[in-house]
Each structure stands twice: as structure tokens, then as C-alpha cells.
């Protein structure tokens, strides 16, 4: 654990009455790269997402989160949104979930409520237009407008978010947790159901966003393409814990994990386990 | 050319036609079942006790026949008007036309409402129904706040109503209570501070409060709850605070109510006769109409008020988040949104706009009872919002004034008057399902103002 982590998993496990879906899982997110969690279906994967971003709260271990000044904060004691608020981690989800009545604009700026919040000074001094707010709510359109036009939807700004294509639809919602400006960037399954093309266009957004925002990013993926060509790091889970963990070309050719992929059966995969300890 | 629109619509109606005529010949069959007992045949007991009976078939003709009719004529409407993707038979040009008209209608409205006491000054009718249009044009936006914006199910809106009536008639009565020590024994006393004629003007923003109050009381246990359990919940506290002022004599006098609550104050000024009327200095005879116009224009600054500060709130920060509830709370959360006060202030903010309403209610009325407050008043609101199209101001005000105006209307006709109601709002959700104006403007805008279609905007779960 010399590496500089943004985010460290430590023994972490989760329990669903007698299903134990994360069991003593350890791992580290370094700060400003790109951490990917693999692992075949079931895995354990959005358990662990859903327990570092507070929708779930973990049987047992600890989730820490060092801010670049040193700040840290014990994610397993926070609840809800205050993950967001106070630890600024930000997710999006498998399933996407915009606001998909609102526009792609409203989008981003709902998702800057809370400085805003603070702007309108709880609401009053919007309420009576004060100066102060309306510059607030000028520079949050900006923002709105600047991440618009790096994810290439600021035609569609005005279009509800429900009528975009799916794949617009992904990086809006990518977007949207930028917009609140973490530390921490939790995307689960960002590439799920694009094509060759918006893969791409996705992995270069998120390099994009390392390098001129400095964002630590978590993922989860399927898509090994995307996963081989951004990860720093690579953390690979099967049933609940971790069976491996390295740079991609490392993880790609270790044994263990081609098994989990390619489903061997039991005994194999123990004989598999023991060759490689 | 012109042939070819006529058509297309003949070729794409052409499989509807079957389908409606099975349709209509099943509704006729159970129609036959039904009536062929009901109105086929009458039976009564003849003179010597037995039993007499004759038929009626050419009633019964006219029934089935009726109901042949009109699900044909049900049907045709549904394909044409409809909310599904069939040909529309109102050209470009009129659909651009009525655009613009709708435009028009939010100011056209307001100037009418404006010169409303001017126009019928003599017809005393018109004044007090408008009064009463007005207020539930105010309760539907109060209530908008909570149903349209934040999709939180309440059908205990009647609750804050009651409180802002109530607070307002029995502090006015009393006086507004405070403490004060003294060196008698118990050294503590409480004592009344009479308002006089400031009554109204103080206590209308005091009933506000205590409303918003209660309001936050009932968030708090409910927001945990959705959909219809929400809606359950709610509804209990709409009784619980009904049954409270009707059992609880010795404060609220019970079912006999309060009376005698004083009637509000130019600024001050009352609007009685005698020297020191409003009549009298500004030197006109007195009438008790100029009571009614400034009720009137009372109502609709209050109603204003609401709608304003709607609008206002909606591009705020806390509006927004109030919308993004409705869509989705648990992205919500993950961006950070306290759901919990996003909640509790949608509530307080839709109580305090009821409690307003209420001690307005109060002062019309001089007296009150709770049964003023039954859940029928609670229906009827959301009934208009509903009808207005969730989140829609124009909307709302459009169903208040064809729900209460609509109502009044249909009065010649007796005792049709509840089965032509319900017909026309029957007609109105085949035709309109998410209300009269369904579709969403957008809060902020880089470029096109354009309004979203209420495929997409969601109704809330909770």
C-alpha cells in the first residue's frame, strides 16, 4: 500500500441474509487514474459500487477516501446523499437514470444543487433575485454549457434528456455526476449497450476527463476493450472476492481469471487456483 | 394533390372500422342483457295484489340503439383525438393557429379576471362565484406545489385549509397570546394582544406559517412512504384533523363551529357603514358590494402570489430539485439532493399556500365549521389538478374555472347535472389523459424554449 489511494477497500464484506455477496474484499483506487473492477456476472461488482456510494451499507470493513489535501473520510459511515455532498463521490448507474422529463440542460443543472443551494442563500435571496445569485446561476449554466459541448451534445441541450439515443444518454449522464465536481468518479457499466463507435468516444471522454480534471475514476465494465485500453489498474472479482489484481496486460494473462471468464469447472479451477499460489 | 391526404386517412381508418363496429355491437349486446330486465320489462302489483307485467320494447330498442351509437361515437373520437398515433384531422394551419391562441389565453385571462368586478358589478352571483373560483384556483396551485411538481401524492390537502381557517378565526377572536411575568403568583400570565381592525393583515401571514407547520408534521412520518401508501397516510391526516376540530369543543366549539370572525380591513380601514368606513371617507354611499370586489381582488392577490412565487421557486434550486424528485429519487440521492427537506419543503411550501387560502376562507365566510373541511374539499382539489395537468399553472386555473364555473353551469339541469359532469370528464381524460395542458416547459434554456412532451415527464411514484 505504497501507492498514493484516492480510495481503499479494506476487507470489506457484504451480506444479504445468508447470501454473502462481497466476502473480505481489499483493494485500492489510485489517485487521478483509472481503476477498473471486472469480474463475470454475479460477481459482486455493483455490490461494492452500491457500498462505497451509500445505497448499500456494508456487514463489515472499511471504505476510506483520502482527499488531495489529506482529509479523509470513512465512506461506511456516511449515508445516502451525503457521499455525494460531503465526500464528493459521484456514480451513475447501470440502468440509466437521467431525468428523462427534463432537458439535457436542467440535467447538469440539478446536478449542481448544492452549490447553488448555497448561491440562492436557501432559496431567499433567489426568491427576491438577488445579484449575487444571478451570477451563480449564470456560471452554473457555463459549467452546464462546458460539459455540453464536451460530451458534443450542445445542440441537443435544449431536447428532453428522455429523446436522446441511448448512447448521448450515457455520457449525459457522465456528465452529470462531473457536473457536481467529485474526487471520485463511479461509473457502473458506462460502455453497456454502446456500439464499437460511442465506445470509443466514451473511453477517450474519460481520458479526457482524467487529464484535464484530475478525476480518480472507478469502474465497473464488460467491454474489455475499453477496460484493456484506459485502466491504470485492474481489480478482478468472482463470487465475492478478489481473484486478482494488476495492470490490464498482467490481469489478461493470468490464469485464474481466464477461468472465472471462461466458466471452468470446479475442479479445474482449483487446480488452476493452486498452480498459480 | 388534394385527394391524396383523404386517402391516406381512408386507408389508415379502413381496419379501424371493423374493430369499432365489434366493438360497439358487444357494448350493444350487454346493453340488451341489461336493459331487456331493467326496461323491457315493468312489472307492478295490480289491483288485487297479483302480480301485473308488460313489455316495453320499444324502449328497450331505443337503449341498445343509444349505446350502438354512442360507443361508435366514442370510438370515432378516441381514433381522432386520441392520444395514440392516428391521423390527425385538424390541418397545420389551425393546429399553428390554436398555438397562438393558447399563447394568448394565461394574459387574456388575467385582463378578464381583472375587469371581472367592473363588468358585473350589479350581479352580486358572478362576484361570489368568481370569489370561489379564485380560491380553488389558489388551492389547486398550493396543491400543485406538492402533487405537480414534487409528484408526492396528497389527499389530505384539506388538512392545511382547515389549520389556516382555523387559525386565523380563533386568534382573531382571542387575540394572539403571549407571556408575561408579574410579581403575583404564578408570576407567569399569559395575555391576549387584540388586534383590532389589523386583525387580517397580522394573523394572515401567522395562518401561513402554522399551516407550513403542520405541513412539515406530516412530512415528517410520510417520507418514507410512496405511492399509495402516501396517498393513505395523507388521507388519514386530512380526517384526524377534522375530527380533531369537531371533538375538541372547548377550543374549536366543535360541530357549531366559530362565528362571528371579524371580517378583514381595507389596510385598516373596515368596509362597514358608519363614520369610520371606508364609505364614509372616501365620501360615497355605502354598499355591501364594495365588501364583495375587494374580496374579490383580495383572492386574486393572493392567488397571484402563489402563482409567483410557483414560478420562481421552479427556476430555483429547490424547484428544480423538486422536479428531479418526481423523476427519479434515487439519482437524486446520488448527486447529492437531501430528498429528505427537498421533500418536507415541497409540503410546507403547498400547507403554507392551503393555510393562506384558508384564513382567507375564514374571513369571506365569518364563519366556520368542519364541515367545511370533509374529503370532498381534498378531492376536489387534486381532482383539478389532475385535470389541469400536473405541474401546469395555466392548466390548473383552466380546471378550476371549468370544474367550479362548469359546475354552476350545468345547474338548470337538475338532477342530470352530476351524469353530464361526469360525461364531460369522461370525455376530457379520453381525450386529454395527462390533463389539459400535459406537456412540461423547461426551467432553463440555452437556445429553443421548447415545451416536452408528456410521454416523457414522469408522475412520481410517491
Known amino acids: ?277 | 394533390m388534394s385527394a391524396n391526404p383523404a386517402a391516406a386517412m381512408q386507408t389508415s381508418r379502413a381496419p379501424g372500422v371493423a374493430f369499432i363496429l365489434k366493438k360497439a355491437l358487444i357494448s350493444a349486446l350487454v346493453a340488451l342483457v341489461l336493459f331487456s330486465l331493467m326496461i323491457g320489462v315493468r312489472t307492478e302489483a295490480g289491483s288485487d295484489g297479483q302480480l301485473t307485467y308488460w313489455t316495453r320494447f320499444g324502449d328497450l330498442a331505443m337503449m341498445v340503439a343509444t349505446v350502438f351509437g354512442g360507443s361508435i361515437v366514442v370510438e370515432l373520437l378516441r381514433q381522432w383525438w386520441g392520444p395514440v398515433g392516428t391521423v390527425r384531422i385538424v390541418p397545420p394551419q389551425v393546429t399553428s393557429a390554436l398555438s397562438l391562441a393558447g399563447r394568448l389565453v394565461a394574459p387574456v385571462l388575467l385582463i378578464f379576471t381583472f375587469l371581472v368586478p367592473v363588468i358585473f358589478y350589479n350581479e352580486r352571483y358572478i362576484l361570489d362565484l368568481g370569489i370561489l373560483v379564485l380560491t380553488y384556483v389558489m388551492l389547486g396551485w398550493g396543491l400543485n406545489v406538492v402533487v405537480g411538481l414534487a409528484g408526492l401524492l396528497d389527499l389530505g390537502y384539506v388538512a392545511f385549509y382547515a389549520v389556516g381557517a382555523y387559525s386565523y378565526a380563533l386568534l382573531a377572536q382571542s387575540g394572539i397570546p403571549y407571556p408575561h411575568v408579574s410579581m403575583v403568583p404564578p408570576f407567569v400570565h399569559v395575555d391576549f394582544l387584540q388586534l383590532g381592525p389589523w386583525a387580517f393583515w397580522v394573523l394572515l401571514p401567522v395562518s401561513g406559517i402554522l399551516a407550513a407547520f403542520w405541513g412539515v408534521l406530516l412530512g415528517f412520518p410520510v417520507l418514507r412512504l410512496r405511492g399509495d401508501y402516501l396517498a393513505i397516510v395523507t388521507l388519514a391526516f386530512g380526517e384526524i384533523i377534522r375530527l380533531v376540530l369537531l371533538n375538541w369543543q372547548s377550543v374549536t366549539g366543535g360541530p357549531n363551529g366559530v362565528s362571528g370572525i371579524p371580517r378583514p380591513t381595507m389596510f385598516g380601514i373596515p368596509l362597514s357603514p358608519g363614520d369610520d368606513g371606508l364609505a364614509f371617507k372616501l365620501g360615497i354611499e355605502f354598499s355591501p358590494t364594495h365588501r364583495i370586489v375587494f374580496l374579490f381582488y383580495l383572492i386574486l392577490a393572493l392567488a397571484l402570489l402563489t402563482n409567483w412565487v410557483t414560478i420562481r421557486l421552479r427556476r430555483l434550486p429547490i424547484g428544480r430539485a423538486w422536479e428531479a424528485l418526481r423523476e427519479d429519487e434515487v439519482a437524486c440521492r446520488a448527486l447529492g439532493i437531501n430528498t429528505t427537506t427537498t421533500k418536507l419543503t415541497a409540503f410546507a411550501t403547498g400547507a403554507m399556500f392551503g393555510g393562506l387560502a384558508g384564513a382567507f376562507f375564514a374571513t369571506r365566510q365569518g364563519f366556520i365549521s368542519p364541515e367545511s373541511f370533509t374529503f370532498h374539499e381534498s378531492a376536489l382539489v387534486l381532482a383539478i389538478v389532475v385535470l389541469g395537468g400536473m405541474g401546469s399553472q395555466l392548466g390548473v386555473a383552466l380546471a378550476a374555472l371549468a370544474m367550479i364555473g362548469g359546475f354552476e353551469l350545468f345547474r338548470g339541469l337538475d338532477q342530470y347535472r352530476m351524469l353530464v359532469f361526469g360525461m364531460a370528464m369522461v370525455l376530457l381524460m379520453i381525450w386529454r389523459p395527462r390533463g389539459l395542458i400535459g406537456h412540461r416547459a423547461p426551467t432553463v434554456f440555452l437556445e429553443r424554449n421548447q415545451a416536452i412532451s408528456s410521454d416523457l415527464v414522469k408522475e412520481g411514484h410517491g
Not at chain 1, 456476472?41 to 445505497?55: D, H, L, S
Not at chain 1, 455525494?84 to 431525468?99: C, D, E
Not at chain 1, 496486460?249 to 475442479?267: C, F, N, S
Open chain 1, 1 to 277: 500500500m505504497s501507492a498514493d489511494h484516492i480510495l481503499s477497500v479494506d476487507h470489506l464484506s457484504m451480506r444479504f441474509g445468508g447470501i454473502v455477496a462481497v466476502n473480505d474484499l481489499s483493494f485500492g483506487a489510485e489517485r487521478h487514474k483509472i481503476t477498473a473492477l471486472i469480474g463475470p456476472n454475479g460477481a459482486g461488482k455493483t455490490t461494492v459500487f452500491n457500498c462505497i456510494t451509500g445505497f448499500y451499507k456494508p456487514t463489515s470493513g472499511s471504505i476510506r477516501l483520502t482527499h488531495d489535501d489529506g482529509h479523509t473520510i470513512q465512506l461506511e459511515r456516511l449515508n445516502d446523499f451525503r457521499i455525494s455532498k460531503q465526500a464528493k463521490v459521484a456514480r451513475t448507474f447501470q440502468n440509466i437514470r437521467l431525468f428523462p422529463g427534463m432537458t439535457a440542460l436542467e440535467n447538469l443543472m440539478v446536478a449542481q444543487h448544492n452549490a447553488l443551494m448555497r448561491a440562492s442563500g436557501l432559496t431567499l435571496l433567489g426568491l427576491i433575485g438577488a445579484p449575487s445569485w444571478r451570477v451563480a446561476e449564470k456560471a452554473a449554466i457555463d459549467l452546464a454549457r462546458t460539459w455540453l459541448e464536451r460530451i458534443g451534445l450542445l445542440d441537443r441541450a435544449d431536447d428532453a434528456a428522455g429523446n436522446l439515443p441511448y448512447g448521448d444518454q450515457r455520457r449525459l449522464e457522465i456528465a452529470r455526476a462531473m457536473c457536481t465536481e467529485p474526487a471520485l468518479l463511479c461509473l457502473d457499466e458506462p460502455a453497456a449497450g454502446l456500439n464499437a463507435r460511442e465506445s470509443a468516444a466514451l473511453s477517450e471522454l474519460l481520458l479526457s476527463i482524467r487529464a484535464n480534471q484530475g478525476t480518480s475514476i472507478l469502474l465497473i465494465e464488460h467491454d474489455m476493450s475499453v477496460v484493456m485500453e484506459i485502466s491504470d489498474h485492474v481489480v478482478v472479482m468472482d463470487y465475492g472476492v478478489k481473484i486478482a489484481e494488476g495492470t490490464p496486460q498482467h490481469v489478461r494473462d493470468d490464469p485464474r481469471v481466464i477461468a472465472a471468464y471462461l466458466g471452468a469447472d470446479e475442479e479445474e479451477a482449483i487446480a488452476v487456483m493452486e498452480s498459480g499460489t
